[in-house]
């Protein structure tokens, strides 16, 4: 073998048994007398259960606003959580060390993925008294205590993915002595790199190893290319950015804060309307950089037409980024379609869900993708070689984790459609995006782990009575479920003009995110039905 011989289960499958055998996909009813065999988490607890999970729980509704809201008494609960969002215990640990060793007492210290990281946040803070603190190997940026400061650094690192791994924080404690060891995990012993490259390459074929450029996340990913294909365009006068639909909320913030203008930012909402795309690309003709699309889109799972999309941005010379983690490289080719494909691997091929890391593959056809490649890789934040390690091991899993799930999601789909208590739900091949989706899908079934939904009564009710995992990312092998727009856009959940904002773009502020994991299906369904009555 090439990695530690203890073994994990790559189904994240419970013990319980499921109660719902013989009950076939064209049946959605459940059984009255099913009760859910997940038991309920308590708040914070890591999902999963690792030193270095990326979700954790929030079971009540109370939860989700405490923990928006900074409730002492809900963020207590909190050691761990998505990486960007929360700041990992080892890191607070180390930064308090550093903070001791460099005389830096009423200060608060941010640790990064690298120096030229470090760079970008001082750079970024612009501040009197920032001070920037290395180490061999180990980088972060110091400033005076201010609520104002901590909360511009704490972004700008969420924004692009500039936080140091809990892994490195971890190895470097033990180091340092301040740990006795790390936690036992399993880790492929070999070239961690050529692994995870190999089980890539076949879902961009024709491509070497090296054309597949590994960040520390996917937020890093989509930043560098980001910044790399605006650099080539600002030399042509081209400064103008379109976001194409609803983009995750950091993708978002990219895009508004760091084009070169005001107005170079620009938002066409609706992801079929072309007419309207072309439009845009018109009215800024000579001017557009690029375009930044979802594919599918992040909640609405709407798939555009992606040729027609191409064919616009190359009438126009604008460049296409695309990023397919919704639904994953692994189920749809996106890349003939663009310039640059960026994505989350922290989805679906870190299904354990304890690291994170990105993805950047540039297009060979498109032009200067020789430079592009270069510059990308000059600016990339690369992957912590234990994290790299770990994914290694799980990368191997990807198929058989994304087997089970596209064997589930159709069914939880037909179940929540015929439920009198469900308004909409909206899944890959809703009907109208189908086709297009079905167009880059590398398979009928290979339809991603995400459904969202909304309800007819109230959201609390629901949430608080359900038993499933409660909390962010999606793509694991345990079934996540969120009331999304609470942890992704709460200032706009909170105002009526926020809500007029989400409606205007077709969202609902109650809208559910569900990502259907490799648990029995009817164990997922019957869950559903008992919180659903």
Request: hydrophobic share 45%; proline share 7%; aromatic share 6%.
């Amino acid at each position: 073998m090439n990695h530690r011989e203890k073994q994990e289960n790559p189904s994240g499958r419970h013990d319980a048994p499921s109660y719902c055998h013989g009950w076939g996909a064209a049946d959605t009813r459940a059984p009255s007398n099913l009760m859910s065999v997940f038991t309920p988490l308590p708040l914070g607890q890591p999902i999963p259960a690792s030193l270095h999970a990326v979700s954790c729980s929030l079971p009540s509704m109370r939860d989700v606003r405490g923990y928006e809201e900074k409730d002492p008494a809900v963020v207590r609960h909190l050691t761990s959580g998505y990486p960007r969002f929360v700041v990992h215990p080892l890191l607070h640990q180390l930064g308090a060390e550093l903070i001791r060793r460099h005389g830096l007492a009423g200060h608060a210290l941010w640790l990064v993925s690298s120096a030229t990281m470090a760079d970008r946040l001082a750079a970024h803070l612009g501040a009197t008294g920032v001070v920037r603190v290395s180490e061999p190997g180990l980088h972060g940026v110091a400033h005076p205590d201010s609520a104002v400061l901590a909360a511009r650094a704490k972004t700008f690192l969420q924004n692009v993915g500039g936080f140091l791994s809990s892994r490195a924080a971890e190895d470097e404690l033990v180091r340092r002595g301040l740990l006795a060891a790390a936690a036992p995990e399993e880790l492929f012993s070999g070239d961690a790199l050529a692994e995870v490259r190999r089980h890539l390459q076949p879902a961009f074929p024709g491509l070497s190893p090296a054309d597949l450029l590994l960040a520390n996340c996917g937020m890093n990913a989509v930043d560098a290319a980001f910044r790399t294909l605006a650099g080539l365009q600002a030399a042509q006068g081209r400064t103008v950015w379109i976001q194409l639909g609803w983009l995750y909320l950091d993708t978002i913030a990219l895009l508004q804060k760091f084009t070169r203008a005001p107005g170079d930012y620009v938002h066409v909402g609706d992801v079929f309307d072309l007419a309207a795309l072309e439009q845009t690309l018109a009215r800024h003709a000579g001017r557009v950089a690029g375009i930044v699309a979802e594919v599918p889109t992040n909640p609405l799972i709407q798939t555009p037409d992606l040729a027609g999309i191409a064919a616009l941005a190359k009438k126009f010379g604008a460049r296409l980024i695309l990023d397919p983690s919704i639904s994953s490289a692994f189920n749809l080719s996106v890349l003939p379609h663009a310039d640059i494909v960026a994505t989350s691997l922290t989805k679906y091929t870190a299904s354990a869900g304890d690291l994170t890391a990105g993805l950047v593959v540039i297009n060979p056809a498109a032009p200067d993708a020789a430079v592009l490649r270069t510059g990308i890789a000059e600016k990339i934040e690369p992957l912590y070689a234990r994290d790299l390690a770990r994914l290694a091991v799980e990368i191997s899993r990807t198929g058989a984790v994304l087997a089970r799930i596209h064997a589930s999601v159709p069914r939880v789909v037909a179940f929540l459609e015929a439920h009198p208590a469900v308004r909409e739900v909206f899944w890959a091949l809703h009907p109208k995006s189908r086709a297009n989706y079905l167009r880059i899908a590398r398979a009928p079934d290979a339809v991603g782990a995400m459904i969202t939904f909304t309800l007819r009564g109230p959201l609390d009710a629901f949430y608080d009575r359900l038993r499933l995992p409660k909390g962010p990312s999606f793509g694991m092998a345990t079934t996540l479920i969120c009331p999304f727009m609470y942890l992704a856009h709460y200032d706009l959940v909170n105002t009526a003009a926020g809500r007029a904002q989400l409606a205007a773009s077709g969202l609902d502020a109650n809208l559910l995110r569900l990502s259907v994991g490799t648990e029995p299906a009817d164990d997922i369904i019957a869950t559903l039905a008992e919180a659903l009555g």
